[in-house]
T-cell receptor, first 112, second 111 residues
Framework: NAGVTQTPKFRILKIGQSMTLQCTQD?????MYWYRQDPGMGLKLIYY???????DKGEVPNGYNVSRSTTEDFPLRLELAAPSQTSVYFC???????????FGPGTRLTVL | RKEVEQDPGPFNVPEGATVAFNCTYS??????FFWYRQDCRKEPKLLMS???SGNEDGRFTAQLNRASQYISLLIRDSKLSDSATYLC????????????FGTGTRLTIIP
């Protein structure tokens, strides 16, 4: 099993550009999450999903959108990139009713 | 007050020593508690869950004090490979798997 995979690993965007961060898991987990981690800060939940077709906002959803059309995939969309969105983005997944979250390797995004 | 607070460190500890760090949480309704480990520029990984009765996994011991709302992690006979950031994580709503992460405590083991 590959676990949770994320692409790209690194990306530099200009202000106002858009992009999609990809996340895929092969563990058949129902729950998937997107976090951002800023230097010296804890992980902040952006969006999460409890199953295909169901998504909900986390703590810091502004400027992002998500979709969950399949169990495996949970892409995160940035529509109008801003410098404040410079961060490391982690996707995670977990079994329904289980508590351990498995994280992908992260995407380092810089917005200039 | 932050929902989960940790001393950011850094803790610089000689190899073989014992080190302990605490984490406090503000929501008395918190249900589940965990320590995650994050290596430099890597993703977080679950180190251990924290149970009310306390629990041990090899050189690692985790304890929970609900009355004072803190969680502790003790590492005995520290190894160079223990160098990492340790994240205190709390789940507040039973049945809801959203987690709140502390900012982490950075530990460096010195040869």
């Amino acid at each position: 099993n590959a676990g949770v995979t994320q692409t790209p690993k690194f990306r530099i965007l200009k202000i106002g550009q858009s992009m999609t961060l990809q996340c895929t898991q092969d563990m058949n987990h129902n729950y998937m999450y997107w976090y951002r981690q800023d230097p010296g800060m804890g992980l902040k939940l952006i969006y999460y999903s409890v199953g295909a077709g169901i998504t909900d906002k986390g703590e810091v959803p502004n400027g992002y959108n998500v979709s969950r059309s399949t169990t495996e995939d949970f892409p995160l969309r940035l529509e109008l990139a801003a410098p404040s969105q410079t961060s490391v983005y982690f996707c995670a997944s977990s079994y329904e009713g289980r508590v351990e979250q498995f994280f992908g390797p992260g995407t380092r995004l810089t917005v200039l | 007050r932050k929902e989960v607070e940790q001393d950011p460190g850094p803790f610089n500890v000689p190899e073989g020593a014992t080190v302990a760090f605490n984490c406090t949480y503000s929501n008395s309704a918190s249900q589940s508690f965990f320590w995650y480990r994050q290596d430099c520029r890597k993703e977080p990984k679950l180190l251990m869950s924290v149970y009310s009765s306390g629990n041990e996994d090899g050189r690692f011991t985790a304890q929970l004090n609900r009355a004072s709302q803190y969680i502790s992690l003790l590492i005995r006979d520290s190894k160079l490979s223990d160098s990492a950031t340790y994240l205190c994580v709390v789940r507040s709503n039973f049945g809801n798997e959203k987690l709140t992460f502390g900012t982490g405590t950075r530990l460096t083991i010195i040869p």
